[in-house]
């Protein structure tokens, strides 16, 4: 898949045996958003709620639920492609909660 050039590709695993994104998560992904970035949303789930995040992520992957976060962001690597030509690319997942502050500003060089 083609997308804009941006400095930021940012692939996302996620999890939820209940099949929802849950409000940590859309907090975690628009932090992630005011990167310049594309950012590739994979769940190991049908998702209920995915409306919630059809605006912050560039692609909704749902996945069957094998081979752990490694799958997810090789899924998400591979529908990119090209992902080499990013400045950087982030593996993250949503194990995680937060941000507490800027990530522009953890991030910057």
């Not at 899924?75 to 982030?90: K, R």
Request: aromatic share 12%; glycine share 4%; hydrophobic share 45%.
């Amino acid at each position: 898949m083609k997308l804009p050039k941006k400095s930021y590709l940012i692939v996302f695993a996620h999890f939820d045996v209940s099949g929802v994104i849950d409000p940590y998560v859309v907090h975690y992904l628009r932090a992630l958003k005011e990167l310049d970035c594309n950012l590739v949303f994979v769940s190991t789930t049908v998702l209920k709620n995915k409306h919630l995040i059809d605006a912050l992520v560039d692609k909704i992957i749902e996945r069957e639920n094998i081979g752990y976060d490694f799958i997810s962001w090789q899924m998400g690597l591979s529908w990119v492609g090209a992902f080499e030509s990013y400045d950087h690319v982030i593996l993250c997942n949503d194990s995680c909660y937060g941000p507490l502050s800027s990530l522009k500003k953890l991030l910057a060089n």
